[in-house]
C-alpha cells in the first residue's frame, strides 16, 4: 500500500499507457472493420480473401508481431505504435467475421423494405444495416476490449510501457507487491472497459431497452435470436 | 407518339391506365420463368388485384412495376413513361409498398419508420413526423403507440404502421404483397374493411397481391388471375370471373364455392321481410310476459337484437345472460349471401333483418332466398342463352 501510494504518479501514467494502447486499436477497429464487412458482402471473392487472411493474421503470436511489426513499420522497438498496430490487426480480423455474420443476420424483410421504399444503397448502410450490426458489433467489442487489456502487457517484454512493466519490473527486481498491483490494476481496467461498453451499448440501441408488449411477434423473435446469436 | 398526344390533347391522360405492362417477361438467372408474355393495364384510381398459386409470379409481377425486379424482356409504363429511364430510388419513392412481413425498422420508432419516406425526400424530421402521427390516426392506430418501437406491437398493429408508412409520402401508386395474410382471419377482415374505406377517399392506384380468391374478390375493382409460369388466365371484375371463369383452371382456382361467393355480388332487394315477434330484454324476469311463438326475439330498449327465447324454455330465460345467442344480422340492401348467412346462422332458422341504426325490423326465411336466388339464375341462364344463339 505504502508503495502504491509512493509511486502514484508512475503508476497512473502507465495505467494512461496501457489505456491508450488497448483503447485506440478497438476504435480503429470498428472503423475498417464495418467497411471491410461490407464489402466482403457485396463481392464473394473479396469476401473470401479478407476473411483467409484475417484467419492467418489472427494465428500470429502476440510478441512476434510485436517484434517483427518495427522492422515493417520502420519504428522504435519500444514505441506503443507498434501494440497499437498490432493490436488493431487482431481486433479487426475477430470483428470482420462477427459484423459480417450480424450484417447477414438482418432480416430479409426489413432490407427488401429498404429498397421497396427507395433508400440508395449508402444511405441504406449507413442507416438501417449498420445500426442494426451494433450489438453484434458490441459483443465482439466486449472481447476484443478484455484481450487486448491482457495483450497490452505483453509489449512491457520488449520495452513498451503499460501496466505490463509492473510485471517485468517486479519480477526483475522480485518485488511481489508491484506484480499484484499490475495484476489488480489490470483486472479492474478490464472491469470498467467492459461496464463502458455496456453503457455505451445500451445508449445507442434505445429499441433493445424496451420490453415487447405482447407475445412473440416475428421481430421480437428475432431481435432475440440475435441476442443468442450474439 | 402522334396518337399519344392527341390522346392526351382530348383529356385520354385521365383515361389512360396508371400502369401499364407491356409483354412482360421475367426469366430469372437458373432459368425459371417466373412471368411469361404479361399484358396488363391497370386502372387509375382502383384496386386490381393480382391473385393465383403460390409461385405463379405475383410478387415477381409487382415487383417490376418498382423496378426490384428488372424484366428479362417487355415494357412498363407508369403514366405513360417507361420506368426503365427513371431512377429506381426515385421511382420506389413514388409508390408506397407494404409486404407481408410488416418490413418496419426494429430500430426506429413507429413514428420514424412512417416518417422514412418523406426523410428520404429530404422533407425536415419535424415535419415529416407530424404528417406520421397524423398517419397513425388515418389507419386506426392511438397517437401514443408512435413512441413505441415495433417490436412492442402486435401483428396487426405492425401492418397497419406498414399501410401508414406506404401512404406517408401521399404516393399515387401503392403496392401491396400480401399485407393482411400473416394475421388472423377477425384482423384480417377489420385491415381489409379498413383499406377499403382509406380507398373511398384517397382513390390510389392499388397492386394488391393475395392468394386468397375471397380477399380477391372482396377488394378488388378487377382481379387478374395469374397461373403457373406467370400467364395471365384471367382479367375481369371479380363478379365476372365468380359468374363465368373464362377457364377449368380459373374454375378450379375460385373454388366450388364460387356459387355461393357470387351472392355477394347479388343484391338482396327482393327478400321479403317479415313481422316477427319481440320482447324487451328487461321484461325477460316477470312471469307474466309470456311469449306466443316457438321462438322470440329479445331487443334492448334501443330495439337491438340481444338474442332468442324458446318458448319451451320460457320458464328457465330471466335475464340477458340466458338468452340463446343469435346468428349473424341482415342488413336492409345487403346481399343476398349475407341474407342466406343470417337466416342460416339464427338457431330459430329466422334470419334477423335490421335497418341501419342495427334495430330490428322484421325476419328473413331461408327459403324464400333460396328461391330469389334461383330465379336470378334461371333468368341468368336465360340471358346467356339468348346473347349465345
Ligand atoms: N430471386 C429469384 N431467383 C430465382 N427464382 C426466383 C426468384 N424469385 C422468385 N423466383 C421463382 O419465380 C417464381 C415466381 O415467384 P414469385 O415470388 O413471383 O411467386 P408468387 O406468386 O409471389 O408466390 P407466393 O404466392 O408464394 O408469394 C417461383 O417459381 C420462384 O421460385
Ligand atoms: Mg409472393
Redesign the pocket.
Known amino acids: 500500500m505504502e508503495w502504491f501510494l509512493a509511486n502514484i504518479d508512475f503508476i497512473a501514467g502507465l495505467t494512461g499507457q496501457h489505456l491508450i494502447q488497448s483503447v485506440v486499436p478497438l476504435v480503429l477497429a470498428v472503423v475498417l472493420a464495418v467497411p471491410l464487412a461490407q464489402l466482403a458482402r457485396l463481392n464473394r471473392t473479396v469476401g473470401a480473401v479478407i476473411l483467409t487472411l484475417s484467419s492467418i493474421l489472427y494465428t500470429i503470436p502476440s510478441l512476434a508481431m510485436f517484434v517483427f511489426l518495427p522492422l515493417l513499420l520502420g519504428t522504435s522497438i519500444i514505441s506503443p505504435v507498434n501494440v497499437i498496430v498490432a493490436l488493431t490487426i487482431y481486433a479487426v480480423a475477430l470483428l470482420v467475421r462477427s459484423t459480417l455474420d450480424a450484417l447477414e443476420s438482418i432480416d430479409d424483410g426489413v432490407r427488401q423494405a429498404a429498397v421497396a421504399m427507395g433508400f440508395t444503397p449508402v444511405r441504406r448502410f449507413l442507416t438501417v444495416d449498420f445500426p442494426l450490426s451494433i450489438p453484434v458489433l458490441f459483443a465482439g467489442l466486449r472481447v476484443i476490449s478484455v484481450t487486448n487489456i491482457s495483450l497490452v502487457s505483453v509489449g512491457a517484454l520488449i520495452g513498451v510501457s503499460s501496466l505490463g512493466t509492473l510485471f517485468t519490473d517486479g519480477l526483475f527486481r522480485s518485488f511481489p507487491t508491484e506484480i499484484a498491483v499490475g495484476i489488480l490494476i489490470t483486472l479492474v481496467l478490464a472491469l470498467v472497459m467492459d461496464l463502458v461498453l455496456v453503457a455505451l451499448e445500451r445508449l445507442v440501441t434505445p429499441w433493445r431497452r424496451q420490453a415487447p408488449a405482447k407475445g412473440s411477434t416475428p421481430e421480437t423473435v428475432a431481435v432475440e435470436a440475435y441476442r443468442v446469436g450474439a | 407518339m402522334t396518337t399519344e398526344t392527341s390522346s392526351r390533347s382530348m383529356g385520354g391522360a385521365a383515361r389512360r391506365p396508371m400502369i401499364e405492362l407491356r409483354g412482360v417477361t421475367k426469366t430469372?438467372?437458373?432459368g425459371?420463368t417466373?412471368v411469361n408474355n404479361l399484358s396488363l393495364d391497370i386502372d387509375r384510381g382502383a384496386i386490381t388485384v393480382l391473385v393465383?398459386p403460390?409461385?405463379?409470379?405475383?410478387?415477381?409481377?409487382m415487383r417490376m412495376i418498382n423496378r426490384m425486379v428488372e424484366p428479362t424482356s417487355g415494357a412498363v409504363l407508369v403514366d405513360g413513361e417507361d420506368i426503365a429511364d427513371r431512377k429506381a430510388s426515385d421511382l420506389r419513392r413514388s409508390m408506397g409498398y407494404v409486404m407481408q412481413s410488416s418490413g418496419l425498422m426494429p430500430h426506429r420508432t413507429v413514428l420514424d419508420n412512417i416518417a422514412t419516406v418523406p426523410r428520404l425526400n429530404g422533407v425536415p424530421r419535424k415535419d415529416a413526423r407530424t404528417r406520421a402521427s397524423e398517419l397513425l390516426e388515418v389507419v386506426g392506430l392511438a397517437p401514443d403507440l408512435g413512441r413505441r418501437y415495433p417490436a412492442q406491437l402486435s401483428g396487426g398493429q405492425q401492418q397497419r404502421v406498414g399501410v401508414a408508412r406506404a401512404l406517408a409520402a401521399d404516393p399515387p401508386i401503392l403496392l401491396m404483397d400480401?399485407p393482411f395474410s400473416a394475421v388472423d382471419p377477425v384482423v384480417r377482415q377489420e385491415l381489409q374493411e379498413e383499406l377499403l374505406r382509406l380507398q373511398r377517399d384517397m382513390a390510389k392506384t392499388i397492386v394488391f397481391?393475395t392468394?386468397d380468391i375471397d380477399e380477391a374478390t372482396i377488394l378488388g375493382d378487377k382481379v387478374a388471375v395469374?397461373n403457373i409460369g406467370?400467364v395471365l388466365a384471367q382479367y375481369a371484375t371479380p363478379e365476372e370471373i365468380l359468374r363465368a371463369p373464362a377457364s377449368d383452371f380459373v374454375a378450379g382456382f375460385v373454388g366450388r364455392d364460387r356459387g355461393f361467393r357470387h351472392l355477394s355480388f347479388q343484391e338482396g332487394e327482393g327478400v321479403r321481410i317479415h313481422s316477427i315477434q319481440t320482447i324487451e330484454v328487461d321484461r325477460l324476469g316477470d312471469p307474466d310476459a309470456a311469449v306466443t311463438s316457438p321462438w322470440t326475439l329479445a331487443v334492448d330498449a334501443g330495439g337491438r337484437p340481444q338474442g332468442w327465447v324458446p318458448q319451451n324454455r320460457r320458464s328457465a330465460i330471466r335475464s340477458a345472460g340466458d338468452l340463446v345467442p343469435g346468428g349473424s344480422l341482415y342488413r336492409r340492401g345487403d346481399t343476398l349471401r349475407r341474407a342466406l348467412d343470417a337466416a342460416l346462422s339464427a338457431p330459430s332458422g329466422l334470419g334477423v333483418a335490421v335497418d341501419d341504426e342495427g334495430r330490428v325490423v322484421g325476419s328473413v326465411r331461408a327459403g324464400e332466398i333460396l328461391e330469389l336466388i334461383e330465379d336470378a339464375r334461371v333468368s341468368r341462364g336465360r340471358a346467356n342463352y339468348n346473347t349465345a344463339v
Do not use: N, R
Request: proline share 5%; aromatic share 6%; hydrophobic share 15%.
Open positions: 430469372y438467372p437458373g425459371q417466373a393465383g403460390s409461385g405463379c409470379g405475383k410478387t415477381t409481377t400480401e397481391v392468394h395469374l406467370g
